[in-house]
Every structure is written in C-alpha cells, then in structure tokens.
C-alpha cells in the first residue's frame, strides 16, 4: 500500500530488491529503497544477514534460490516436525508449505494450542 499510495514510508522490509535478509527500506511510488545507517556498507549488511542466517537454521541460499538446512536445524526440523528436508528448492515451496501447514496443525491440536487462521 506504502508504493500504491506513494507515501515514502521508512519502515523495515525483508528481501527488498531480491537481498538476503532483512534491510531498512523507503517504500514510494518509485518503488523499494534500502536506506542503511551511514556507517554500513551495503556489502556490511548483505554480510551480517547471511551470517544471521545460520541462527535461523539455514547454511546457504544456492543461486537458483534453494535453501540449504544447517545441520542443527535440519536435525531439529526432522525431530520435532518428522520432516526430512535438508534442502528446499523454490520450485517446491508451495507443496512443502501445504505439508508444514498441516503438520503444525496437527501439533497444535496434540498440545492443545490455537492456530492463527490465514
């Protein structure tokens, strides 16, 4: 709404203009601008989100846009969720989201935990 209605919003926005990660941005009618603290570079910043990347459970983003598990998080995820993913290419988000959905759901219903409705 921010670019529709040209409002030059500051606000906080993640994969702006394909980046990995989250960035400051200005949203207006000429569309997505990182606007970064003087002190950072935005080679700084690339590298400070693909280093927090880890932190989420993933090693690597592949140029074709597969996400690569680390091994802590693919462990966890097969633990916890029984899903056993150590990469997930783009083409398949939609099936994998329709597979987590429903696993969450069902874990939600076994701890007796509401789920937002989407």
Avoid at 19 to 27: A, E, I, N, Q
Avoid at 48 to 72: F, P, Q
């Amino acid at each position: 709404m921010a670019i529709l209605n040209d409002s030059n919003l500051y606000t906080h926005a993640p994969g702006p203009i394909g980046l990995p990660g989250g960035y400051p941005v200005r949203l207006s009618a000429n569309g997505v601008e990182v606007v970064l603290p003087e002190e950072i570079t935005l080679e700084e910043a690339i590298r400070i989100n693909l280093d927090g990347l880890k932190y989420e459970g993933i090693e690597e983003i592949k140029e074709d846009g597969t996400l690569v598990s680390t091994e802590e998080g693919y462990e966890i995820n097969k633990e916890i969720l029984g899903v056993d993913l150590r990469e997930l290419r783009f083409a398949d988000i939609d099936d994998v989201s329709k597979e987590l959905i429903s696993i969450y759901k069902k874990l939600a219903d076994k701890h007796n935990v509401p789920l937002p409705i989407y």
